[in-house]
């Protein structure tokens, strides 16, 4: 026997809180988990809809607190950020908006520098190693370049 709409709508809304009781999520990541969870797509649509005029959901804030953690907890570069945005099913003018607002070449080579600085206490100054770490981890060459300058170690 099928569920009314409203007790369904219910059920979803109250999954979408249990969602968000962990962490905030992007629009996309919520109507994800609750398509995985297979409630039907318009309900979890006009669920979703509910949940962005009441503010429960609002990307550019996600975007931002995502940003803020990762500069504080677990430094990337800007292409990393731009990434995981990205995956998040956050928009590309968004992103750039964000990006733009909260990262600024100076802070990414303070971020890059103070990755650099933790991966040479445990590896030998392996320049190419050091580079694709920092490479991994995000970083445009240009910043890359930079972060070496900075550190004294030689490009040669």
Known sequence: MKKSSNNQIQEIKDHAFNLLSYRDRSAYEMKDRLLKKGYQEDEVFTVIK?????????????????VSYRIKNKPRGSNMLRKELNSKG??????????????????????GSSLAKKWLKSHKED?????????????????????????KINDN
């Open 50 to 66: 509910r949940l962005k005029e009441l503010s429960y959901i609002d990307d550019i804030k996600f975007a931002e607190k995502w």
């Open 90 to 111: 956050i928009e590309e003018k968004i992103i750039n908006r964000v990006l733009e607002k909260l990262i600024d070449d100076d802070l990414e080579v303070d971020l």
């Open 127 to 151: 320049l190419s190693k050091l580079k694709r770490y920092l490479y991994y981890k995000g970083f445009s060459a240009a910043i890359i370049y930079t972060i070496l300058n900075e550190l």
